[in-house]
């Protein structure tokens, strides 16, 4: 499976942005799809997925209440809302999907097989 990811940029705190992970090859079925980001210096870090196809969201504490993971499988698409943007939010943000997770494995990066290139988002203060 092949992943696109777009829709970053620069935003003010506060602000928005919407990220967008679009699958072609195959679609997400039963794949966990899930977003990760890597800020300079540090490491890929586990932003939010669904797990295995299914629609419950996972996130990590950062960003909880602030950013949301949906859907359209129509599209084979994965989106990230990010709302309240903070500072410490800025990275390069990458999908990622798999298709033979376990659960306790799903905020490991180096468990994905299929990534998307990247799409850098800066939030300025």
């Known amino acids: 499976v092949q992943l696109q990811a777009s829709g970053g940029g620069l935003v003010q705190a506060g602000g928005s942005l919407r990220l967008s992970c679009a699958a072609s090859?195959?679609?997400?079925?039963?794949?966990?799809v899930a977003w990760f980001r890597q800020a300079p210096g540090k490491e890929r870090e586990f932003v939010a997925a669904f797990f295995r196809g299914g629609y419950n969201p996972y996130y990590a504490d950062s960003v909880k209440g602030r950013f949301t993971i949906s859907r359209d499988n129509a599209k084979n698409t994965v989106y990230l809302q990010m709302n309240d943007l903070k500072p410490e939010d800025t990275a390069v943000y990458l999908c990622a999907a798999d298709g033979g997770l376990i659960m306790s494995s799903m905020t490991l990066s180096q468990q994905y097989d299929y990534w998307g290139q990247g799409t850098q988002v800066t939030v300025s203060s």
């Open positions: 090859g195959r679609t997400f079925g039963r794949y966990t």
